[in-house]
Nanobody
């Protein structure tokens, strides 16, 4: 029922910017229900790591220390889309970026737990940062 589709990945130079989108269907952001959305990434040969999560109901964001001050997570309630604005990207930011969602209230556990327990995942979008 719930489907997530990421877009916006591509090749970007170190120091540049890229904006990822996660379009959700099968749910409505304007409903008074608890939903957590998040972005996770996996670099080549590395384990998945949490990037940022957001509470859909109240908009509260959480960020990994590695991206604080450079990335911004946001949402559009009318379009049911979650964004990840990535500024000042670094080569170590290269990898597949995944959008995930869970029908629960948000905490930093989702970030630290690299999305474990999240019920819905997109197929991912590849981000390549050239140095």
């Amino acid at each position: 029922e719930v489907h997530l589709v990421e877009s916006g990945g591509g090749l970007v130079q170190a120091g540049g910017s890229l904006r990822l989108s996660c379009a959700a269907s099968g749910l409505t952001f304007r409903d008074r229900e608890e939903w957590t959305f998040g972005w996770f990434r996996q670099a080549p040969g590395k384990e998945r790591e949490g990037v940022s999560v957001i509470n859909i109901k109240n908009g509260s964001p959480y960020y990994a220390d590695s991206v604080k001050g450079r990335f911004t997570i946001s949402k559009n309630n009318s379009l049911n889309v979650v964004y990840l604005q990535m500024d000042s990207v670094k080569p170590e930011g290269t990898g597949h970026y995944y959008c995930a969602a869970d029908h629960e209230a948000t905490s930093d556990f989702y970030l630290r737990g690299v999305g474990y327990g999240m019920d819905y995942w997109g197929e991912g979008t590849l981000v390549t940062v050239s140095s």
